[in-house]
């Protein structure tokens, strides 16, 4: 029998096994909640030439290209429409010519302050459709028990705007940390490595491949509503790891060495837990709702910055063992995430696969920022 059947007959089974009874309760509708965005930048005549960015003139056109790509795709018809406009019609020959077109289109204004640039990926995953001892972590989809209200509806009231919740005696409640969703059982038609699962948590989704070739999307469908706390302090003030050998590969490498209840432990740290929804293979698409380019696209606090909105980031003096140097290259604001806070962050979205995922677990560069605006 095909895998979607075996997949939509487990994914009824456990939205059953899931679900609750409660007292009855009728969950105040919510209309949706979109951060407030920092005002659109109005074009300066005092816009300093692109030739003045730290590495502009050794940077990769190709690059650059496709960030603006992707700004046209969510951009259109705001601050960027006629340069994209003026994109569709012209024709490169070679990358001279791209950088020459964004000389002649854009100026730079600067963003005070220094921060911090991450980055992340979509990882690709073995997954089995029955577990074993290697393959134990059952791939959770969004359970039948989760709501998200106001905080003010919470026992006790919160000031957040919206917050995970269950219902316990006809009152809403936080929902469930990792450590009591991991306590409960699940029906699920895909099984992962622990660390793989955690990890695939940590980035958002990843691609499953089974043992018959058939691949899938594990997409982000909800989360738990707890803050998200990082394992790589707690395992370097334990001695586990060196501080500057704390990288994604390295953690992935102890959690496996340690599979069971001693790397469960570990993972339990943080109790935020991502829920997930199994799709057909596609594109990953950020908060912006336009796919991510690969290398020239960022995550940003929608508190600062606009969706789309073109940057120039100047990250050095990595801080873990191998990384790469330096990032200096023209990005896109496409995509955000929990962890990605304040005015000088961003998180730099890779790409797909093992050799994406290996950078991206070794940036922790120092970042400085710059706007790109059309000069017209």
Known sequence: MRFKLLAGLALSAMVAACAQTPKPVTPTPLPPVIPKPAPVPEPSSS??????????????????????????????????????????????????????????????????GEGLLTAYFVPEYQAVSAPDAEFSQPVRLKPA???????????PPQTATKVAARVVDGQYV???????????????????????????????SGYLELPDGSKF??????????????????????????K???????????????????????MNLNPRYAFFKIEDPHDPLGA???????????????????????????????????????????????????AIKGKIRADLYMGHGARAGTEAGRVKHKLKMWRIVPKH
């Open 47 to 112: 816009l300093k030439p692109l030739t003045s960015l730290p590495g502009w003139g050794l940077s990769d056109s190709f690059v650059a290209f496709e960030a603006l790509r992707g700004t046209c795709a969510y951009k259109k018809g705001r601050q960027y429409q006629r340069v994209c406009e003026k994109l569709s019609h012209t024709d490169f020959a070679d990358p001279d010519d791209i950088k020459a077109f964004f000389e002649a289109n854009f100026g730079v204004e600067g963003l005070d």
């Open 145 to 155: 028990d989760l709501v998200i209200v106001r905080g003010d509806q919470m026992f």
């Open 174 to 204: 936080p929902y469930y940390t990792r450590a009591e969703i991991e306590a409960q059982p699940a029906q699920t038609p895909l099984y992962m490595r622990p660390e793989d699962y955690f990890f695939m948590q940590l980035q958002g």
């Open 217 to 242: 999307l594990a997409a982000y469908a909800a989360d738990n509503g707890h803050p998200f706390v990082g394992i790589a302090k707690p395992m370097v003030d334990r001695g586990i790891l060196e």
């Open 244 to 266: 500057d050998k704390s990288s994604g590969d390295n953690i992935r490498a102890w959690l496996a060495a340690n599979r069971g209840d001693v790397a469960r432990e570990m």
């Open 288 to 338: 912006a709702g336009v796919p991510l380019p690969g290398g020239s696209a960022i995550a940003v606090d929608p508190a600062h910055h606009q969706y789309g909105d073109l940057y120039w980031i100047d990250a050095n003096a990595g801080a873990l063992k191998d990384a790469f140097p330096q990032y200096q290259r023209m990005v896109s604001a496409l995509d955000t995430g929990g």
